[in-house]
């Protein structure tokens, strides 16, 4: 009987004030969805790929040779253990002239007599549109970049080498009919690599039938591993398997008597970039979605205390009628637990869904994937569902375990009035005698009740924090691409020399390019492991041909004293994030690691500001006493004449054909890369931003619900004294407005710390995120808040309209 009296009290409670309870509802709801959607974003992504390179059966190592590979070759690699799968195949550039520009497409070969089933199939495609080859001289394109190329189904295109080559040396056929357009896991991102013809960058690639190559050997053997498809491709286990096998086929090829190139997945663009995309995903939900819990549990949790509070007199009647404590309780208890259960479990269900969806349609632009698979992590689900749960339900009987130590008597009275006090502002004299008798009130009531008071301001607070932080992110990240490519660079081309060289004067190349080219530094570039107590890194080891000459290539400053740091004899100078993921500081010892383990130990002079990957810079007299070597030079940093996109690739195009260069790679190609990942990265963020704008509002309107719901009294008395409704609401408005004001300027200053704590946080390795937030971004947070602030306002106009006068004439006893 009494269990059937609680639950129908508890319905009435909640039908009762149905307004309340779903506020309390969407919040719960909204917290819940947001940290578990964007806690397993990263993950989906991850599992979407892995699942689609399985499926279609992505190779996990490639072989190269300038020989060429043979049958014998291909016969050895099937005899090693731990091999699943083996596909040798041909690989060639050419060029195709196209609506007067010329690019350069990648021919692959298609294996089309294979059985789909064999394990050797690797590389597989898609068809997207039309069909596969069934003849000699047709061929199929990527879907990813056929718009804009000038290609579709039927056009017809001529393959062609370099002015002095013959392609029939390579190909037995050079013109194709494309019959088909597919989707293949070896490229999902725009990137396609290098080129050692045209203009040095693959445009786009073509598969036609692999009778057409004429090449008695093999370009490259693509294979698969076993073991490998049971593990997430983006995990250290996968690179553990992997790596084994590559230390084996090294072996083969040393004793086969010539090098083997080995590649994994690694040197693939696309899998590189789409792995980063993932990690900042994860990395960004390691802070953002906590706090963002945490501000909806702590609004949550106020209007339950809140609740309690103002049920003061029912729980007095409830003891006078002999309910035990418990009971009394277990009505409150059961509200919190229904409205954040429910909350909660719908929440994450959403959130599982929408936010990996949302999110991975952003990176959609970029990425060649199929549809994101959601999981639902009951990791996640179980934190977001117990949190919600617990902190709503252990605020609500803490709440309820103050007010049952009083007597009924005391209960069932109203609390007494605040004392009224002198407040603050009365003492400064000069300011409260300007104030009018209305403003005066509204002050009174602000800073009266305080317990409102700091609920209020640190409920809006936090949701401006949140948006700060938001909007502090986005400028973070637009200033990776901004300071390093425009700020940082002072080059804007990159030379790689095919030998390393000790001096580059004299060299050919520079003399027929002298027009285009405004200065160069020849510099020795590579990848070095580097020490600092019991932390080590991979990083990039810079060291130019001239000291004094790196400034105009290199900005080095000190990020915050922007003082300028110069390149010496005695040290070398790091980058800012090598140096905090190392903890050093300037004057600190670190060491340079060799292929032996060896240590040699250097001092560290100076300590520059850099966004992208880790440099140490080291002068050519330092390395040379460090290694007992000169440095020999393997890279030009080149500063030419303002240009355009055809005047890149003009220059490239004349570049790439000389025997000294093996690479060119101008930054505009860097930043435009950066800048998609960046683009989609800004999508997240937007993402965030909106959430902690829906945040927003639903906290104000819970925090606005609640004080109209404990002054009904007070607002009815004053509509007795004769105020008409928009002087009512006047009087309500004003001090939500300067609780708003209050708590959005406290929030601007916690956001300040939040930002910093989550840059600090999510970064990923080898990327700095920018520290400042621009003026705009403060500005738009906090006109957010005081909008949403309005609008609430706006929405609780009617509901002011709706109080009765009759309210304030009944007996409180």
Same mark, same amino acid.
């Given at each position: 009987?009494?269990?059937?009296?609680?639950?129908?009290?508890?319905?009435?409670?909640?039908?009762?004030?149905?307004?309340?309870?779903?506020?309390?509802?969407?919040?719960?709801?909204?917290?819940?969805?947001?940290?578990?959607?964007?806690?397993?974003?990263?993950?989906?992504?991850?599992?979407?790929?892995?699942?689609?390179?399985?499926?279609?059966?992505?190779?996990?190592?490639?072989?190269?040779?300038?020989?060429?590979?043979?049958?014998?070759?291909?016969?050895?690699?099937?005899?090693?253990?731990?091999?699943?799968?083996?596909?040798?195949?041909?690989?060639?550039?050419?060029?195709?002239?196209?609506?007067?520009?010329?690019?350069?497409?990648?021919?692959?070969?298609?294996?089309?007599?294979?059985?789909?089933?064999?394990?050797?199939?690797?590389?597989?495609?898609?068809?997207?549109?039309?069909?596969?080859?069934?003849?000699?001289?047709?061929?199929?394109?990527?879907?990813?970049?056929?718009?804009?190329?000038?290609?579709?189904?039927?056009?017809?295109?001529?393959?062609?080498?370099?002015?002095?080559?013959?392609?029939?040396?390579?190909?037995?056929?050079?013109?194709?009919?494309?019959?088909?357009?597919?989707?293949?896991?070896?490229?999902?991102?725009?990137?396609?690599?290098?080129?050692?013809?045209?203009?040095?960058?693959?445009?786009?690639?073509?598969?036609?039938?692999?009778?057409?190559?004429?090449?008695?050997?093999?370009?490259?053997?693509?294979?698969?591993?076993?073991?490998?498809?049971?593990?997430?491709?983006?995990?250290?286990?996968?690179?553990?398997?992997?790596?084994?096998?590559?230390?084996?086929?090294?072996?083969?090829?040393?004793?086969?008597?010539?090098?083997?190139?080995?590649?994994?997945?690694?040197?693939?663009?696309?899998?590189?970039?789409?792995?980063?995309?993932?990690?900042?995903?994860?990395?960004?939900?390691?802070?953002?979605?906590?706090?963002?819990?945490?501000?909806?549990?702590?609004?949550?949790?106020?209007?339950?205390?809140?609740?309690?509070?103002?049920?003061?007199?029912?729980?007095?009647?409830?003891?006078?009628?002999?309910?035990?404590?418990?009971?009394?309780?277990?009505?409150?208890?059961?509200?919190?637990?229904?409205?954040?259960?429910?909350?909660?479990?719908?929440?994450?269900?959403?959130?599982?869904?929408?936010?990996?969806?949302?999110?991975?349609?952003?990176?959609?632009?970029?990425?060649?994937?199929?549809?994101?698979?959601?999981?639902?992590?009951?990791?996640?689900?179980?934190?977001?569902?117990?949190?919600?749960?617990?902190?709503?339900?252990?605020?609500?009987?803490?709440?309820? +375990? *103050?007010?049952?130590?009083?007597?009924? $008597? @005391? %209960?069932?009275?109203?609390?007494?009035? #605040?004392?009224?006090?002198? !407040? &603050?502002?009365?003492?400064?004299?000069?300011?409260?005698?300007?104030?009018?008798?209305?403003?005066?009130?509204?002050?009174?009531?602000?800073?009266?009740?305080?317990?409102?008071?700091?609920?209020?301001?640190?409920?809006?607070?936090?949701?401006?924090?949140?948006?700060?932080?938001?909007?502090?992110?986005?400028?973070?990240?637009?200033?990776?691409?901004?300071?390093?490519?425009?700020?940082?660079?002072?080059?804007?081309?990159?030379?790689?020399?095919?030998?390393?060289?000790?001096?580059?004067?004299?060299?050919?190349?520079?003399?027929?390019?002298?027009?285009?080219?405004?200065?160069?530094?020849?510099?020795?570039?590579?990848?070095?492991?580097?020490? +600092? *107590?019991?932390?080590?890194?991979?990083? $990039? @080891? %810079?060291?130019?041909?001239?000291?004094? #000459?790196?400034?105009?290539? !290199? &900005?080095?400053?000190?990020?915050?004293?922007?003082?300028?740091?110069?390149?010496?004899?005695?040290?070398?100078?790091?980058?800012?994030?090598?140096?905090?993921?190392?903890?050093?500081?300037?004057?600190?010892?670190?060491?340079?690691?060799?292929?032996?383990?060896?240590?040699?130990?250097?001092?560290?002079?100076?300590?520059?500001?850099?966004?992208?990957?880790?440099?140490?810079?080291?002068?050519?007299?330092?390395?040379?006493?460090?290694?007992?070597?000169?440095?020999?030079?393997?890279?030009?940093?080149?500063?030419?004449?303002?240009?355009?996109?055809?005047?890149?690739?003009?220059?490239?195009?004349?570049?790439?054909?000389?025997?000294?260069?093996?690479?060119?790679?101008?930054?505009?190609?860097?930043?435009?890369?950066?800048?998609?990942?960046?683009?989609?990265?800004?999508?997240?963020? &937007?993402?965030?931003?909106?959430?902690?704008?829906?945040?927003?509002?639903?906290?104000?309107?819970?925090?606005?619900?609640?004080?109209?719901?404990?002054?009904?009294?007070?607002?009815?008395?004053?509509?007795?004294?004769?105020?008409?409704?928009?002087?009512?609401?006047?009087?309500?408005?004003?001090?939500?407005?300067?609780?708003?004001?209050?708590?959005?300027?406290?929030?601007?200053?916690?956001?300040?710390?939040?930002?910093?704590?989550?840059?600090?946080?999510?970064?990923?390795?080898?990327?700095?995120?920018?520290?400042?937030?621009?003026?705009?971004?403060?500005?738009?947070?906090?006109?957010?808040?005081?909008?949403?602030?309005?609008?609430?306002?706006?929405?609780?106009?009617?509901?002011?309209?709706?109080?009765?006068?009759?309210?304030?004439?009944?007996?409180?006893?």
């Amino acid at each position: 009987m009494k269990n059937k009296t609680l639950l129908k009290d508890t319905y009435r409670e909640i039908k009762g004030n149905l307004s309340r309870f779903l506020s309390i509802f969407a919040i719960v709801a909204l917290g819940a969805s947001f940290f578990a959607g964007i806690k397993v974003t990263g993950l989906d992504m991850k599992i979407t790929a892995n699942k689609y390179f399985n499926d279609y059966k992505l190779m996990d190592i490639r072989l190269v040779s300038t020989l060429g590979f043979t049958d014998d070759d291909v016969d050895i690699l099937e005899e090693m253990n731990g091999i699943e799968g083996i596909m040798p195949t041909h690989i060639t550039d050419t060029l195709v002239s196209i609506e007067d520009k010329e690019l350069v497409v990648k021919v692959f070969s298609l294996p089309l007599e294979r059985n789909i089933e064999d394990e050797s199939y690797i590389n597989r495609t898609k068809i997207v549109e039309g069909r596969y080859p069934e003849n000699p001289n047709e061929g199929v394109v990527e879907r990813h970049k056929i718009h804009g190329s000038g290609l579709e189904i039927g056009s017809v295109i001529h393959l062609s080498l370099e002015e002095d080559e013959d392609i029939k040396g390579t190909l037995k056929n050079n013109e194709f009919t494309i019959v088909g357009i597919v989707d293949t896991p070896y490229f999902i991102s725009f990137e396609r690599g290098p080129s050692t013809i045209g203009k040095g960058k693959v445009d786009t690639f073509i598969m036609i039938p692999e009778e057409n190559f004429s090449l008695p050997v093999y370009t490259d053997i693509f294979i698969t591993v076993s073991g490998a498809r049971d593990v997430l491709s983006f995990n250290e286990e996968y690179k553990e398997i992997i790596d084994s096998i590559k230390e084996e086929i090294l072996e083969v090829s040393s004793e086969r008597g010539f090098p083997w190139i080995v590649l994994d997945r690694d040197t693939n663009p696309g899998f590189v970039d789409y792995g980063q995309a993932a990690d900042k995903m994860d990395a960004l939900a390691q802070v953002f979605p906590v706090i963002f819990f945490l501000v909806a549990a702590l609004v949550s949790l106020t209007t339950m205390t809140r609740l309690v509070d103002e049920q003061r007199t029912y729980i007095g009647v409830f003891k006078a009628l002999g309910f035990s404590n418990m009971y009394i309780a277990s009505k409150y208890f059961l509200y919190a637990l229904i409205a954040s259960l429910s909350g909660s479990l719908l929440g994450v269900i959403i959130g599982f869904k929408l936010f990996p969806t949302v999110i991975f349609n952003a990176y959609a632009i970029m990425y060649t994937l199929p549809p994101v698979i959601t999981v639902f992590d009951y990791n996640y689900a179980l934190m977001a569902v117990l949190g919600s749960v617990l902190t709503t339900t252990i605020a609500t009987l803490l709440a309820c +375990y *103050k007010e049952l130590t009083a007597t009924a $008597a @005391l %209960l069932i009275r109203p609390k007494s009035p #605040k004392v009224g006090k002198t !407040i &603050l502002l009365e003492r400064i004299t000069f300011i409260w005698k300007r104030f009018n008798f209305i403003h005066k009130i509204t002050a009174r009531n602000i800073f009266r009740y305080k317990k409102r008071f700091l609920m209020t301001v640190f409920g809006i607070g936090g949701c401006s924090a949140l948006l700060l932080t938001g909007f502090g992110l986005k400028d973070s990240i637009s200033d990776i691409v901004r300071k390093q490519y425009e700020e940082i660079a002072r080059y804007n081309l990159i030379i790689s020399l095919r030998e390393e060289l000790d001096t580059v004067e004299g060299v050919g190349f520079l003399g027929e390019v002298d027009n285009e080219i405004l200065n160069y530094l020849p510099v020795k570039e590579g990848n070095v492991n580097v020490g +600092y *107590k019991d932390t080590e890194k991979n990083i $990039a @080891l %810079l060291v130019p041909e001239d000291n004094n #000459k790196l400034e105009e290539f !290199i &900005l080095l400053q000190n990020r915050i004293s922007k003082e300028r740091v110069s390149l010496s004899d005695n040290g070398v100078i790091l980058t800012e994030k090598l140096a905090k993921d190392l903890g050093v500081t300037p004057g600190g010892e670190i060491y340079f690691l060799d292929s032996l383990n060896n240590r040699t130990s250097v001092v560290v002079d100076g300590i520059v500001e850099n966004y992208v990957f880790h440099y140490a810079y080291m002068s050519p007299v330092l390395y040379e006493t460090l290694f007992d070597e000169a440095p020999l030079y393997n890279e030009l940093l080149v500063q030419t004449v303002a240009g355009d996109e055809a005047f890149e690739n003009r220059l490239s195009s004349q570049l790439i054909k000389e025997t000294e260069v093996s690479n060119v790679i101008f930054t505009s190609e860097l930043k435009g890369n950066f800048n998609d990942i960046i683009g989609s990265l800004n999508y997240v963020v &937007l993402v965030l931003i909106v959430s902690a704008g829906a945040l927003a509002f639903v906290v104000l309107y819970n925090l606005t619900n609640i004080n109209i719901s404990e002054r009904q009294r007070e607002i009815a008395t004053i509509k007795v004294l004769g105020f008409y409704n928009n002087e009512v609401s006047a009087y309500v408005y004003r001090e939500n407005l300067v609780l708003t004001i209050i708590g959005g300027v406290l929030g601007l200053v916690i956001g300040f710390y939040l930002h910093r704590f989550t840059v600090l946080t999510s970064e990923v390795d080898y990327v700095m995120f920018g520290r400042d937030i621009g003026v705009m971004s403060y500005f738009n947070a906090f006109v957010l808040t005081l909008g949403f602030s309005c609008f609430v306002n706006f929405v609780m106009y009617f509901r002011l309209r709706g109080i009765g006068m009759i309210e304030s004439l009944k007996s409180i006893e």
